[in-house]
């Protein structure tokens, strides 16, 4: 296994990356991370999402962020979380966080779906920054698609996309309108 890890910088960006996602998912729970002897990332674990944005993003970035809250009816799935206005936007896709029953996943339709409903307010090849949560049935999804665990595949991908995209879109339209 040795002959698979990178350098020691390239792994340590890793388990940070992992201890962000980590942290953002379980607010409740602190965090700390030290390479080499110096602290790299912490949170409190006061149980405020908005604070662990704030220490992985930064403080202006977590006071812009807007609140998202979707209660599903039946079938749907129930969100919450923040996402970004469209003044705060990132090169890539990779400050797009989605998290299903607690569980950090990669999934292209879901991610996807929060640039779609971004679709009109961001500048090209721009996309935007989201902390979202869904609260699914346990028997609506699949865990067991990769090893790690990190994908996953939903029983009705429809109504979950189109309940995510609904969701960011209105609270987007609602709290940072088109001029």
Excluded at 62 to 80: I, N, V
């Amino acid at each position: 296994r040795l002959k698979f890890l990178r350098s020691p910088s390239a792994e340590a960006s890793r388990v940070q990356t992992l201890a962000t996602r980590y942290a953002l998912a379980y607010p409740s729970v602190r965090f700390r991370l030290s390479v080499d002897g110096s602290d790299v990332f912490s949170s409190l674990g006061s149980g405020d999402t908005r604070e662990v944005v704030s220490d992985v993003y930064g403080a202006g970035v977590a006071q812009a962020m807007l609140d998202l809250s979707w209660e599903g009816e039946d079938g749907t799935p129930r969100l919450s979380g923040l996402i970004g206005p469209p003044s705060v936007t990132r090169a890539n896709r990779s400050d797009i966080s989605l998290y299903v029953n607690g569980r950090w996943v990669q999934n292209r339709m879901l991610t996807y779906s929060v640039q779609e409903a971004y679709h009109g307010f961001l500048m090209e090849r721009r996309f935007p920054l989201a902390v979202v949560r869904f609260e699914l049935p346990r028997d609506g999804i699949d865990v067991n698609v990769h090893p790690s665990k990190t994908e996953i595949r939903f029983l009705r991908e429809g109504p979950v996309f189109s309940a995510l995209q609904r969701a960011v879109r209105e609270t987007l339209t609602a709290q940072s309108p088109v001029p």
